[in-house]
């Protein structure tokens, strides 16, 4: 007499993002859980469905109103956070509930606020399991009373082509040409436009390149609060900078500069970074962070807040090109040893496996 075979039940886990931030790694890993047969609910802003297109991912997207998020948890065997404020608002949505909590470590480093510091101890130690993208986040996520954290390095997602240009390969050249710099060498820093960026410094940076001949075109892609402080710089200074706001294709930009460079106070697995080394860019960043264990030797670090040595490694580079050719070999070497998309959706998959162990 043959037995009835087992039915295997289905993962459910609701992915809680706070902003737009982190949107490209979640849609990659819904995608990959999707596609090992989990149920993937997105809970996010609605501009972040409408950028990352979750459902397209093969997850269900709910808005990241409260009640929505209660309402998604409900059901879910596994609740996953990106980012220190999605998980507050995820610890509380499972208040009551005996759903496990995991969280992707997006916070930390110096400067942090005594509110901002409560808020990251709080849910460093609600979570089942904290992981964190560098060696530092994991440490700071320890020190702050998690149970468990683990270090899961973030693979960056392959750029999604846009509409208009659905060929990933765009020739640098077209690049160049659009921003006015065919025959100038392009610099290049990618983020939001907060203090922990470092723009400050790297505005002071900038007035040692307006010696240079030809003269370097810094362009930064991103938009936020420091933008009326950085134009007002810029234009007092007569520094060879541009403000292009937020771009989808940055990635595009990214492969058409010279030299990209990375100012922050504090990063963790720095995308930025990551993007440059991959498509062999020469990368000039802060010593601070994950930087110098993501890096290693493939890029020039200087300390933070230092504007002289940040000018100094800028002007090295345009000034050598062997050095520049150099680091992007060295660059591409350097990503081929980091986990891939397919590596970071095993890991997480074998984490919410080990949760459900715990529940059995």
Partial sequence: ???????????????????????????????????????????????????????????RFTPDAVSALRAA???????????????????????????????????????????????ERHVARAAAIVLGASSAQVDLARRLGARDARLAAVAVPAPVPLPQEPSAAVEPGKVRAELGV???????????????????????????WRTLDPLPLL???GEGPMREELVRRIQLEGLPVRLLGRRRDAVRLLAAADVAILPSRWEGRSPLAQEALRVGVPLVATAVGG????????GVLVPYGDADALAAA???????????????EAGRAQAGTWPSEDDTVAQVLSVYDE??????
Avoid: K, N
């Fill in 314 to 328: 800028v002007t090295g580079l345009l000034a050598d090109p062997a050095r520049r050719a150099e680091l992007s």
């Fill in 219 to 221: 362009v930064i892609a």
């Fill in 182 to 208: 065919v025959e100038r060498p392009l610099l290049i820093a990618v983020g939001s436009l907060v203090a922990r960026r470092g723009y400050g410094v790297l505005l002071d940076a900038a007035r040692a």
């Fill in 291 to 298: 930087l110098p264990e993501l890096v290693g030797d493939a």
């Fill in 73 to 119: 948890c409900v059901e879910a065997d596994v609740v996953h956070a990106h980012g220190v404020r999605a998980g507050m608002r995820a610890a509380l949505a499972l208040r009551g509930r005996r759903v496990p909590l995991v969280v992707s470590w997006h916070g930390g480093g110096p400067g942090a606020g005594r509110l901002s510091r409560l808020l």
């Fill in 1 to 59: 007499m043959s037995s009835s075979p087992v039915s295997v039940p289905v993962l459910r886990t609701v992915q809680v993002l706070g902003g737009a931030s982190g949107g490209a790694h979640v849609r990659s890993l819904a995608t990959g859980l999707a596609a090992r047969g989990v149920r993937v609910t997105v809970c996010a802003p609605v501009e972040a469905e409408g950028e990352y297109d979750f459902t397209g991912a093969g997850a």
């Fill in 355 to 360: 949760l459900m162990a715990r529940r059995r």
